[in-house]
């Protein structure tokens, strides 16, 4: 990832610009697609009707999750295949790219808050869902692309990832609990 990413911060900015809009549009692409699917699926499990129960399951079970010793792996685990080589347009390259990680499911996803963004969305009907899933993959891929812009090179993206590691796992935590209880009291009424 680190590698794809650095390609990005090489060169004048603007020349990036175009394949960071096509990666950020994929995935929010792909994850309004998992959003409106959930969406879709609660209401035909009728789902809304236990919207308080079913969040706070959900919660609960996210909570559990993350206060393991080791978090789970959510999703599929493994980047961008290593088959993509040299051959495949970089285009296409960071289009894939952005719908695999967009949508949450076909790459690693080591925060269990995102089980509960997926029972809120299956709780919530299809146009919250394409919604809440829309911002979850642009806003997933956009904090991805910060080290890039900021012209980070590899290594020093690769050391964020478990610099920040202690602080994304108690931010986490928190969006478990106090997403959970906001997302009950909000459906409740």
Known sequence: MAVGLGFLGRGRRTDSLPYWALHIGAAAVAGA????????????????SVRPWAIGMFAVVALGLGLR?????????????RRWGADVPISRVYLLWGLMLGCGLATPVFHTAFVLLMGAQATAGVWLGLASGALFGATRQAMAMIPALGRFGPERTMGLLSEL????RRVNTGLAIG?????VAASGL
């Open 33 to 48: 697609a998992v959003g409106g699917v959930l969406g879709g699926v609660g209401m035909l499990l009728s789902l809304g």
């Open 69 to 81: 010793r080791l978090p789970p792996k959510i999703g599929r685990q493994r980047q961008v295949p």
């Open 165 to 168: 590691r202690p602080l994304a």
């Open 179 to 183: 997403g959970g209880l906001l997302l």
